[in-house]
């Protein structure tokens, strides 16, 4: 049965268009465009809460990226882009794999909200949230400089996971990552990876790669807007 990714446009959502083509799955691809900043109704039909990505497989209709990419690695992955328990490396694998959601995602989201919603930017709130995400792309810079991959010389769904954070997400936050050589060495060896190159050529060819250390502009006065109405 072909699974159907839902993939709403610079969003997350192409961590799973990019998941399928590295596994060499059979899917079909729905393009959802912003409407006009947020997600559009199509979205909101089939997950309530108006979030992508979504996935349809079957009778099943999953919503969450971390929860697709298990689902999917466990029913389709046959073993590839994940570590089980009895692989030395299944500890360092599991922690970045739940890194990208469970920290620097939304300490990108945070500091986005508060730098374009209007905050103290000299204030203690708004400096403490920075300097959390600072000491996050350390702690990652830091580790990618002994290691090709998130975990060691092994590309797995951790890397799939964490991308999206320290590009894409960019176009909201704004932020630099000037400074961090050992990220963009890594964002560039992403960038070659066929797999990468085919999702963004069906998801999101027009967008631009920002493996590079400057911040992208895309979406920031649309982000204003939306915050402040």
Same mark, same amino acid.
Request: glycine content about 8%.
């Given at each position: ?16 268009? +990019? ?13 959802? /465009? ?31 990226? !971390? ?28 922690? +970045? ?5 469970? %920290? ?12 374009? !919603? ?8 708004? /400096? ?20 090709? +991959? ?31 050589? %050992?990220?963009?060495?890594?964002? /560039? ?13 069906? !998801? ?7 493996? %590079? ?17």
């Amino acid at each position: 049965m072909t699974i159907i990714i839902h993939h709403l446009q610079v969003s997350q959502s192409e961590r799973i268009v +990019w998941l399928a083509e590295e596994l060499g799955l059979d899917y079909k691809l729905v393009i959802h /465009k912003r409407d006009p900043f947020l997600s559009p109704q199509s979205i909101k039909d089939l997950n309530v809460l108006g979030q992508a990505p979504v996935i349809q497989d079957g009778d099943v209709t999953l919503a969450e990226s !971390g929860a697709i990419i298990d689902y999917i690695l466990q029913k389709y992955g046959s073993g590839q882009l994940a570590m089980g328990p009895s692989h030395p490396a299944f500890s360092q694998y599991l922690y +970045w794999l739940h890194f990208a959601n469970g %920290n620097l995602h939304p300490q990108f989201s945070r500091v986005m909200v508060l730098k374009h !919603g209007g905050a103290d930017t000299e204030g203690f709130h708004y /400096k403490r949230h920075v300097s959390q995400l600072t000491r996050f792309l350390h702690f990652m810079d830091d580790h990618l400089r002994d290691n090709k +991959w998130l975990v060691g010389d092994t590309f797995t769904a951790a890397d799939v996971m964490n991308v999206f954070p320290l590009t894409t997400m960019r176009t909201f936050s704004g932020e630099s990552l000037l400074g961090y050589g %050992n990220i963009l060495r890594y964002l /560039k060896d992403i960038s070659s990876r066929l797999g990468y190159q085919d999702a963004r050529a069906k !998801g999101d060819p027009e967008l631009p790669l920002m493996i %590079n250390g400057e911040p992208p502009a895309q979406f920031l006065e649309n982000i204003k807007l939306e915050i402040k109405g």
